[in-house]
């Protein structure tokens, strides 16, 4: 029943998880206005289906799952995305070097298939497992298991191959 009050009060549930969801949905759109869109398409549909919401996953995780459908949905109706948009407003201050690096991934990113970016920043954005990324994929673990090698397979080659090792930890942008 917990779970229920933590989505009962959906204005607090919203300010609470708001930039993490838009973050996501940038991550996989690459596009902010895209992704406020689509960001909001979800917080539409998590406050429709609220009720139905049975806790057997975190809020965070339900959220998220509605989110990267919606995401993924958006990019089969729009497939042509703007590789050129000024996403440095949404990068965390760094050095230069490291903002180079996190330029280089958010470009190595775009070239993964959307599924793949989806699993990768999920699982090392979010921090979430492999079961809860499968979850919210709708897919299997070992499935997820191989999208993320898959992934980081073709990153290291675009990053050059010490780079993509930085992928393995939680990073601070989508």
Request: proline share 5%; glycine share 6%; aromatic share 8%.
């Amino acid at each position: 029943m917990a779970f229920r009050l933590e989505i009962a009060d959906f204005g607090a549930f919203y300010e609470d998880t708001y930039e993490r969801a838009y973050r996501t949905a940038l991550g996989i759109v690459r596009e902010p206005a895209l992704a406020a869109d689509v960001t909001q398409e979800a917080y539409v549909s998590a406050y429709r289906s609220r009720d139905q919401f049975r806790g057997d996953a975190p809020s965070g995780a339900w959220l998220h799952k509605i989110v990267v459908n919606k995401a993924l949905s958006a990019l089969r109706r729009h497939p042509v995305v703007r590789r050129d948009a000024d996403l440095t407003p949404f990068l965390v201050p760094d050095t230069a070097a490291g903002t180079t690096t996190r330029l280089a991934l958010l470009d190595a990113l775009d070239a993964l298939p959307p599924r793949q970016r989806a699993a990768v920043i999920l699982r090392y954005y979010h921090d979430y497992d492999y079961a809860t990324t499968a979850q919210i994929l709708g897919t299997t673990s070992t499935n997820v298991g191989a999208m993320l090698s898959r992934a980081l397979d073709r990153l290291r080659v675009a990053l050059g191959d010490g780079t993509a090792n930085s992928t393995s930890t939680k990073a601070n942008t989508p």
